[in-house]
């Protein structure tokens, strides 16, 4: 039996009409009952798509993506990551060389050689020597020239907190995520470069709980920054996009607001009422859209369903006690098992049909949604959502303590920020057992650190290299028993 379709109350417009369409279309995608073929992510086919990507050079319409040369190639090489794929030391060395080509002498990485630097593309070239790189000469991470890269920061710093993306352009919070991702990386967070961002990012949150790409400067007329409760409405609707970079950047200050004399607040419930709402019907195979009244969009598996790990750091959802680690009750990989744990607040295993039987092209690569093409920006954010989706990656109060316990510092005092930045970064881990994945453990893929979309272990090792800290062995924590072993106990 099918799904029912979303009704156009009698008054079809240009948006019911493509929603229509869409359902139509992915109607087509849902299996039959009778259907015996089992869910498969076609893990080569994709990797064909990437490695002729990486090895051939993209396609010719992808010039008009010269100012975006890094995002490219980490797309390209993020899912390389994702899929469990480690590439040989000849590319990776080739990777290192064309990325600092993009530094430019100010600070920070351009789009491309010879290009501005920007925060969008800084963030990308970090991340993907982050996958790439080694400590050393030639190995990319100590050629990054930190010093002008705080410099390139504060020059884009405005009075009310927020960042140009570059010189002489706009402010948007993507950007702000951008920047303070980098700069948690390189040890560069300092109060002086976060004051009140926190604030900035907050006057983002529009009526809806989602967060706009910016908001009204509190300026008067003399260029002061007015005092609050100024008027400083966001711009804009709220966007899954937005919203990601907006509610990671929030995380990301939390270790500064605790230090802080600011205290900023974002509406945490409206937020998660809006996200829930984002995704979609059974007739729209649970994927998600990223404004209200959109189409579903496979990247928004990422921007929209990759949030939700993120708010488990704010204390709401997950399944785990704010205050223990405990392990909860294993929702299996395969067949027969439990079905009645609580999977959290979205449906992940409708967001992996989607997914599964609607995001992957038949020639490779991954998609917005059928009958589009893929594309490298698709590949990424559906991998990423996917895994997000498989995996139960949370903020683990042991570990952050194991890290804030190791901590090497000379000057405690002065190191507060640096040391509770470096432990709150790297406190996140994979539960064990919690893995729950449409098709089997076939499907599975690396799970992805929900602040970073970098997987775990490359997050560690460049964040450690600049911190100059080590990183302690996991601890394993008791496992809460299953409910089938409880029930014969």
């Given amino acids: 039996m099918l799904p029912p379709k979303t009704t156009n109350d009698g008054f079809p417009t240009p948006t019911s009409l493509s929603q229509s369409e869409t359902e139509e279309m992915l109607i087509k995608h849902i299996p039959d009952d009778t259907s ?18 990486l090895v051939q050079g993209f396609p010719e319409r992808y010039i008009s993506q010269d100012a975006s040369q890094p995002w490219l190639l980490f797309w390209t090489v993020q899912a390389f990551s994702v899929l469990q794929v480690g590439l040989d030391p000849g590319n990776k060395q080739r990777i290192i060389d064309k990325v600092l080509a993009w530094q430019h002498p100010d600070g920070g990485f351009g789009g491309g ?5 920007h925060l969008l593309p800084t963030y990308a070239s970090v991340c993907i020597l982050a996958i790439v790189g080694r400590p050393g000469p030639g190995g990319g991470w100590d050629q990054i020239d930190r010093e002008k890269m705080y410099k390139f920061f504060m020059s884009l710093k405005l009075k009310d907190g927020s960042f140009l993306v570059a010189h002489h352009s706009e402010v948007d919070v993507r950007g702000i995520y951008c920047l303070l991702m980098v700069a948690t990386f390189l040890d560069l967070l300092t109060p002086e470069l976060v004051e009140g961002t ?23 007329l003399s260029g002061d920054v007015l005092p609050p409760p100024a008027a400083r409405p966001p711009l804009g609707e709220a966007h899954g996009g937005y919203t990601f970079c907006a509610l990671a950047s929030w995380v990301l200050l939390q270790p500064y607001l605790e230090l802080s004399q600011e205290k900023p607040t974002i509406d945490v419930s409206n937020l998660l009422r809006w996200l829930v709402h984002m995704q979609g019907t059974f007739i729209e195979l649970g994927g998600f859209k990223g404004r209200t009244n959109k189409l579903v969009d496979g990247c928004y598996s990422w921007w929209c369903g990759g949030s939700f790990a993120l708010l488990e750091a704010l204390g709401v959802g997950g399944i785990q006690n704010a205050n223990s680690d405990e392990v909860p009750i294993d929702s299996g990989t395969g067949d027969g098992v439990w ?25 490779g690569g991954l998609r917005d949604k059928p009958p589009k093409n893929a594309d490298a920006y698709h590949t990424l954010y559906c991998l990423s959502g996917l895994s ?48 729950h994945i449409l ?20 997050t560690e090792a460049i964040t450690a290299h600049f911190y100059e800290q080590d990183v302690p062995a996991k601890q394993r924590s008791a496992p809460t028993p299953t409910r089938a072993a409880a029930a014969t106990a």
């Avoid at 050689?113 to 630097?117: K, Y």
């Avoid at 997000?388 to 901590?407: E, G, I, N, T, Y």
Wanted: net charge neutral; with cysteine.
């Fill in 36 to 53: 015996q073929k089992k869910p498969t992510l076609d893990k080569k086919m994709h990797m064909s798509f990437l490695v002729r990507n």
């Fill in 113 to 117: 050689p010879g290009q501005a630097a």
């Fill in 198 to 220: 926190a604030s900035f990012v907050a006057s983002c949150q529009t009526y809806e709980g989602g967060f706009a790409s910016s908001s009204h400067p509190s300026y008067s």
């Fill in 339 to 363: 079905d009645d744990v609580d999977e959290g607040l979205y449906n992940r295993m409708a967001l992996q049909e989607y997914i599964i039987y609607a995001g992957q092209h038949p020639t």
């Fill in 388 to 435: 997000s989706a498989q995996h139960h990656v949370f903020p683990s109060h042991l570990r952050k303590k194991q890290f804030l316990d190791s901590w090497k510092s000379s000057d405690s005092t002065k190191d507060e920020l640096r040391k509770r930045s470096f432990g709150s970064i790297l406190s996140w881990i994979e539960e064990e057992g919690a893995s």
């Fill in 439 to 458: 098709g089997g453990t076939e499907n599975r893929l690396n799970a992805t650190h929900p602040l970073t979309n970098l997987t775990i272990t490359h």
